[in-house]
């Protein structure tokens, strides 16, 4: 794909003449790419084609090699009783999976929301021109440097009922009447995942807006400031419809990643199902059940649910990943 | 001289290494940290220097779930690498395929041993582990607290709540605003299994799954039992109970800011270290009992044991060290060292082990009240029957729907889950 791209350009670059230069080049970008082509092959592109098939087999874990084709009976199935009525089963059914579904989608929506904005206002402040800027950009990454395991541990302490400093510290200042355990019930407990998240992710979101914001040339400001246009309008007219590329870019990102959040989950909070996740119930069936088949069947609607937003968004938001869409 | 010395050398070395030749090496996993592995290894540098065999550690995620998650897929994939497996006392069921009958090698040893142990590691006739040492887990209680305000040790639950209750009110009158009455493990996951079975076992409730494979879950005393404890949250418990683990509860108890403990044997060695605020104040009982018809203490079993592997490459070497591990003077030294309790019976009577972990002697009434997880029944679907307890338990406690309301649709899901047998 990558390769057509650079073709392509070219081609469009010279319409006619495909020098010998061209080609050459070409040739080598093909060979630069297959060694990244096979890896992905062998870790991406097989696994993902194993699961689907398990997805379609009866397959368990203490008989994998001996997993026999059942269909589509993993993601619905249905029988007729005797009363005739007649009842389905399946993935598509089951209300956990769909549970776990708006789970996600809740915990992306708000996720990224929250990033994009307070990303932006970050990268905004650190575009400016400032004493100690490059110390500033070098300590506001390293909520995201730190592993997220590592980070899920230090905030699950730091939220603990009883000896945590957020408990402590709200108390001291009169903030809270009593202890109040952030991970423990369910009306808590996704606000508590969700600022984790915020606060691990700002950063990263941060980092891709604030390349974008270099982007911009600074003569369109000088003029917009001879003209008198407010600062705020500027913003609006100028740095956000300029920025947007890379903004729309980073947005993905997170949005991939925030829908196969798992680690936050499965570290954080108690396992049920007011915060369980896509990923950590596919995983609970795949090892934890003897559901190896079912968990690879949500492992798969995961992905297509996945590429479905992908498709939607890069469709309705017109991304260009090339960068310029101007 | 010095040619002499050469020469021993020399001809120690050749036989080192002639002898190495016929041993094997062996792996075995472990997902203990610091003391535990410490123990580990100088019981293996043991077995090492009896056999000439080298056994490597592998070291493991301490959360059960996750060590039970890469196992399954270690055996599923046949990986010969890791010889011998510590299992949990309820993983046999689920992973007898993968594992070899030791049923002939262990045949001199194993009458030595609980029988009820050994029974839950036999599947189907055949013994999948060896086991290394038990749990069952007790009532911890404040003497020092229960003393100052004359109160016996409650034998029901009710007691023990009134109890809780009136000590915990006294004692936040008096400005210990952290002061709870009870502390258990609440958080959704294996060991809300554990505390939940004892409270519907306690009060006459059954045991989720019985013996025969019957679903015996949806009964009245089992949700009287239920709703006794989600009445604990918020009033004798804290409402982060509904998240704590084993460590949690150990945490808030050995601040001193508890009067009772629901735990396991662990929690006393380290209960009674130099820098635990309730040293030498605390003691431990048999759990309560519940009320109504066959109600009485109940304990779940837990324990650990050694099984090998059947793609070992050396199994006669593997099944030696599970054989070791399982033995009368390595269970000695973990009682002694660990205050783990010893599955060979024998042991609870020996002058060593009761002189170091003296609390020993008062187990043995608690783990004769000790009752499985229905493990064997369920066979293959017990970690699942297992989520689906514990999640309609933790909806319970949370206040989400009755005890009833969430038992019904337990049994419902159960009889789906079971299909035609387990």
Same mark, same amino acid.
């Given at each position: 794909?990558?390769?057509?791209?650079?073709?392509?350009?070219?081609? $469009?670059?010279? =319409?006619?003449?495909?020098?010998?230069?061209?080609?050459?080049?070409?040739?080598?970008?093909?060979?630069?790419?297959?060694?990244?082509?096979?890896?992905?092959?062998?870790?991406?592109?097989?696994?993902?084609?194993?699961?689907?098939?398990?997805?379609?087999?009866?397959?368990?874990?203490?008989?994998?090699?001996?997993?026999?084709?059942?269909?589509?009976?993993?993601?619905? #199935?249905?029988?007729?009783?005797?009363?005739?009525?007649?009842?389905?089963?399946?993935?598509?059914?089951?209300?956990?999976?769909?549970?776990?579904?708006?789970?996600?989608?809740?915990?992306? %929506?708000?996720?990224?929301?929250?990033?994009?904005?307070?990303?932006?206002?970050?990268?905004?402040?650190?575009?400016?021109?400032?004493?100690?800027?490059? +110390?500033?950009?070098?300590?506001?990454?390293?909520?995201?440097?730190? =592993?997220?395991?590592?980070?899920?541990?230090?905030?699950?302490?730091?939220?603990?009922?009883?000896?945590?400093?957020?408990?402590?510290?709200? @108390?001291?200042?009169? +903030?809270?009447?009593?202890?109040?355990?952030?991970?423990?019930? $369910?009306?808590?407990?996704?606000?508590?995942?969700?600022?984790?998240?915020?606060?691990?992710?700002?950063?990263?979101?941060?980092?891709?807006?604030?390349?974008?914001?270099?982007?911009?040339?600074?003569?369109?400001?000088?003029?917009?400031?001879?003209?008198?246009?407010?600062?705020?309008?500027?913003?609006?007219?100028?740095?956000?419809?300029?920025?947007? =590329?890379?903004?729309?870019?980073?947005?993905? %990102?997170?949005?991939?990643?925030?829908?196969?959040? %798992?680690? @936050?989950?499965?570290?954080?909070?108690?396992? #049920?199902?007011?915060?369980?996740?896509?990923?950590?119930?596919?995983?609970?069936?795949?090892?934890?059940?003897?559901? %190896?088949?079912?968990?690879?069947?949500?492992?798969?609607?995961?992905? @297509?649910?996945?590429?479905?937003?992908?498709?939607?968004?890069?469709? @309705?938001?017109?991304?260009?990943?090339?960068?310029?869409?101007? | 001289?010095?040619?002499?010395?050469?020469? *021993?050398?020399?001809?120690?070395?050749?036989?080192?290494?002639?002898?190495?030749?016929?041993?094997?090496?062996?792996?075995?996993?472990?997902?203990?940290?610091?003391?535990?592995?410490?123990?580990?290894?100088?019981?293996?540098?043991?077995?090492?220097?009896?056999?000439?065999?080298?056994?490597?550690?592998?070291?493991?995620?301490?959360?059960?779930?996750?060590?039970?998650?890469?196992?399954?897929?270690?055996?599923?994939?046949?990986?010969?690498?890791?010889?011998?497996?510590?299992?949990?006392?309820?993983?046999?069921?689920?992973?007898?395929? !993968?594992?070899?009958?030791?049923?002939? &090698?262990?045949?001199?040893?194993?009458?030595?041993?609980?029988?009820? /142990?050994?029974?839950?590691?036999?599947?189907?006739?055949?013994?999948?582990?060896?086991?290394?040492?038990?749990?069952?887990?007790?009532?911890?209680?404040?003497?020092?607290?229960?003393?100052?305000?004359?109160?016996?040790?409650?034998?029901?639950?009710?007691?023990? &709540?009134?109890?809780?209750?009136?000590?915990?009110?006294?004692?936040?009158?008096?400005?210990?605003?952290?002061?709870?009455?009870?502390?258990?493990?609440?958080?959704?996951?294996?060991?809300?299994?554990?505390?939940?079975?004892?409270?519907?076992?306690?009060?006459?409730?059954? !045991?989720?799954?019985?013996?025969?494979?019957?679903?015996?879950?949806?009964?009245?005393?089992?949700?009287?039992? /239920?709703?006794?404890?989600?009445?604990?949250?918020?009033?004798?418990?804290?409402?982060?109970?509904?998240?704590? !683990?084993?460590?949690?509860?150990?945490?808030?108890?050995?601040?001193?800011?508890?009067?009772?403990?629901?735990?396991?044997?662990?929690?006393?060695?380290?209960?009674?270290?130099?820098?635990?605020?309730?040293?030498?104040?605390?003691?431990?009982?048999?759990?309560?009992?519940?009320?109504?018809?066959?109600?009485?203490?109940?304990?779940?079993?837990?324990?650990?044991? *050694?099984? *090998?592997?059947?793609?070992?490459?050396?199994?006669?070497?593997?099944?030696?060290?599970?054989?070791?591990?399982?033995?009368?003077?390595? !269970?000695?030294?973990?009682? /002694?060292?660990?205050?783990?309790?010893?599955?060979?019976?024998?042991?609870?009577?020996?002058?060593? *082990?009761?002189?170091?972990?003296?609390?020993?002697?008062?187990?043995?009434?608690?783990?004769?009240?000790?009752?499985?997880?229905?493990?064997?029944?369920?066979?293959?679907?017990?970690?699942?029957?297992?989520?689906?307890?514990?999640?309609?338990?933790?909806?319970?406690?949370?206040?989400?729907?009755?005890?009833?309301?969430?038992?019904?649709?337990?049994?419902?899901?159960?009889?789906?889950?079971?299909?035609?047998?387990?």
């Amino acid at each position: 794909m990558a390769t057509d791209t650079i073709a392509s350009a070219a081609s $469009a670059g010279r =319409p006619r003449i495909k020098s010998e230069l061209m080609q050459q080049r070409v040739r080598a970008a093909r060979w630069f790419l297959l060694p990244m082509m096979i890896a992905l092959a062998v870790v991406a592109g097989w696994p993902l084609l194993r699961s689907i098939y398990f997805s379609f087999t009866d397959a368990s874990l203490t008989d994998l090699y001996g997993a026999e084709w059942i269909g589509i009976g993993n993601y619905l #199935s249905w029988r007729t009783l005797d009363s005739g009525r007649t009842i389905y089963r399946g993935l598509l059914v089951d209300p956990a999976w769909w549970n776990a579904v708006w789970n996600t989608v809740r915990f992306a %929506f708000w996720s990224v929301l929250w990033e994009t904005v307070l990303g932006m206002i970050v990268a905004l402040v650190l575009n400016a021109e400032f004493r100690g800027r490059g +110390l500033v950009r070098a300590a506001i990454l390293i909520p995201w440097a730190i =592993p997220t395991i590592v980070s899920a541990r230090m905030w699950s302490w730091m939220l603990n009922d009883q000896f945590g400093i957020l408990n402590d510290l709200g @108390l001291r200042l009169g +903030l809270l009447s009593q202890k109040v355990a952030w991970t423990a019930t $369910a009306e808590t407990a996704m606000t508590a995942v969700l600022v984790v998240d915020i606060w691990k992710t700002t950063p990263f979101m941060a980092l891709l807006i604030l390349a974008g914001l270099q982007m911009i040339p600074k003569d369109i400001y000088e003029a917009a400031e001879i003209d008198g246009v407010h600062p705020v309008k500027q913003f609006f007219k100028i740095t956000l419809p300029l920025v947007r =590329p890379a903004l729309m870019v980073a947005i993905i %990102f997170r949005v991939l990643d925030a829908l196969r959040i %798992f680690d @936050l989950i499965y570290v954080l909070t108690p396992n #049920s199902a007011a915060t369980k996740t896509m990923s950590v119930l596919a995983r609970e069936n795949l090892f934890d059940f003897d559901k %190896f088949a079912y968990g690879s069947a949500q492992s798969t609607l995961l992905f @297509l649910i996945i590429a479905a937003f992908t498709i939607l968004y890069i469709w @309705l938001g017109k991304v260009n990943f090339d960068g310029g869409d101007r | 001289m010095k040619i002499n010395t050469l020469l *021993v050398g020399l001809l120690t070395s050749v036989t080192l290494v002639m002898g190495s030749a016929q041993a094997a090496e062996l792996s075995i996993v472990s997902g203990d940290t610091g003391n535990g592995l410490a123990f580990l290894r100088s019981q293996l540098d043991k077995f090492e220097a009896e056999t000439g065999n080298t056994v490597t550690v592998v070291p493991m995620p301490s959360s059960t779930s996750d060590q039970f998650g890469q196992y399954r897929l270690w055996l599923a994939a046949g990986n010969a690498d890791i010889d011998v497996y510590q299992t949990d006392v309820i993983w046999a069921p689920q992973l007898a395929d !993968q594992f070899l009958d030791l049923t002939e &090698a262990a045949k001199d040893v194993v009458d030595q041993h609980f029988p009820s /142990i050994i029974e839950s590691q036999t599947v189907d006739g055949k013994l999948v582990a060896l086991p290394a040492f038990t749990d069952a887990p007790a009532l911890f209680y404040r003497t020092d607290l229960l003393e100052k305000y004359s109160k016996p040790v409650p034998t029901t639950w009710d007691e023990m &709540a009134a109890t809780a209750q009136e000590i915990m009110d006294a004692e936040r009158a008096a400005g210990n605003a952290d002061m709870y009455g009870f502390v258990f493990q609440g958080n959704a996951y294996e060991g809300l299994t554990c505390d939940a079975l004892e409270w519907v076992k306690s009060n006459g409730g059954g !045991q989720i799954v019985e013996a025969d494979g019957t679903i015996s879950i949806n009964n009245p005393q089992a949700a009287a039992a /239920i709703d006794r404890a989600a009445s604990w949250i918020g009033t004798i418990s804290p409402e982060g109970n509904l998240a704590y !683990q084993e460590e949690e509860s150990r945490g808030v108890w050995q601040l001193g800011n508890s009067v009772f403990m629901r735990n396991w044997p662990y929690a006393y060695a380290l209960g009674n270290g130099d820098d635990s605020a309730v040293k030498g104040k605390f003691d431990v009982a048999p759990l309560p009992a519940g009320d109504g018809e066959g109600a009485g203490s109940a304990a779940t079993l837990g324990g650990w044991n *050694v099984a *090998v592997s059947k793609y070992s490459p050396d199994p006669e070497e593997a099944i030696k060290l599970a054989l070791f591990l399982s033995s009368a003077e390595v !269970q000695k030294e973990r009682a /002694i060292n660990q205050s783990n309790l010893p599955t060979i019976e024998a042991l609870y009577d020996d002058a060593d *082990v009761l002189a170091a972990s003296p609390f020993m002697a008062n187990w043995k009434e608690i783990f004769q009240n000790a009752v499985p997880r229905p493990s064997a029944p369920t066979k293959v679907k017990y970690n699942e029957v297992s989520s689906l307890f514990w999640s309609a338990v933790h909806n319970t406690l949370s206040g989400n729907g009755t005890a009833a309301e969430n038992l019904e649709v337990l049994e419902a899901d159960l009889s789906d889950l079971k299909g035609d047998a387990w």
